[in-house]
T-cell receptor
Framework: GEKVEQHESTLSVREGDSAVINCTYT??????FPWYKQEAGKGLHFVID?????DRKQSQRLIVLLDKKAKRFSLHITATQPEDSAIYFC?????????????FGTGTTVSVSP | EAAVTQSPRNKVAVTGGKVTLSCNQT?????MYWYRQDTGHGLRLIHY???????EKGDIPDGYKASRPSQENFSLILELATPSQTSVYFC?????????????FGPGTRLLVL
């Protein structure tokens, strides 16, 4: 079946450095790619998304890149801060009977050390 | 931001017992979703709904039923709970495919089946 692979399970960076998380997807019909952040013991919080009509999107320190040919998208967290430490999930839209839903990667635990 | 609430937040059940997890959203979204989160699997779609009275099977529906009695409420039902259903369950609402693709998640329910 369709799936989303999240390539880094853990990522440790120094404060101020950049963190990059890479995901690949299989469904050629996927057109929407959100990223979610989950802090310890909490639910998922939307952070940024990208649609298939663009290949780059930035929101403050977050940059998302999309390579449709390679079916790959990535999240770049620039100038990392300790509060960026969390689990990050990538996702891709896919079709289900009657509509669409999200299929998620397995998550990347990002640790930012001072 | 969209508000999605879940109850209970924590639940201990016995094998073979019936468990009902409830979800409420206050933003008039047509679509609602139930996921479970397990280490190494990310979030997996159990059931979803496109409006009151509708329920559809997701990727892992076996052992679960769903009910959407109204626009605001979406329940997940485990008729005969098993230890393999011990997990964290998340409800979400959103309008994938529409002008606003974002899904909004509830805080999660931790279920332990003994």
């Amino acid at each position: 079946g369709e799936k989303v692979e999240q390539h880094e399970s853990t990522l440790s960076v120094r404060e101020g450095d950049s963190a990059v998380i890479n995901c690949t997807y299989t469904d050629t019909a996927s057109s929407y790619f959100p990223w979610y952040k989950q802090e310890a013991g909490k639910g998922l919080h939307f952070v940024i998304d990208i649609r298939s009509n663009v290949d780059r999107k930035q929101s403050q320190r977050l940059i998302v890149l999309l390579d449709k040919k390679a079916k790959r998208f990535s999240l770049h967290i620039t100038a990392t801060q300790p509060e960026d430490s969390a689990i990050y999930f990538c996702a891709a839209s896919r079709g289900y009977q009657g509509g669409r839903a999200l299929i998620f990667g397995t998550g990347t635990t990002v640790s930012v050390s001072p | 931001e969209a508000a999605v609430t879940q109850s209970p937040r924590n639940k201990v059940a016995v094998t073979g017992g019936k468990v009902t997890l409830s979800c409420n959203q206050t933003n008039n979204h047509n679509n609602m979703y139930w996921y479970r989160q397990d280490t190494g699997h990310g979030l997996r779609l159990i059931h979803y709904s496109y409006g009151a009275g509708s329920t559809e099977k997701g990727d892992i529906p076996d052992g679960y039923k769903a009910s959407r009695p109204s626009q605001e409420n979406f329940s997940l039902i485990l008729e005969l709970a098993t230890p393999s259903q011990t997990s964290v369950y998340f409800c979400a609402s959103g309008e994938l495919g529409g002008r606003q693709d974002t899904q909004y998640f509830g805080p999660g329910t931790r279920l332990l089946v003994l």
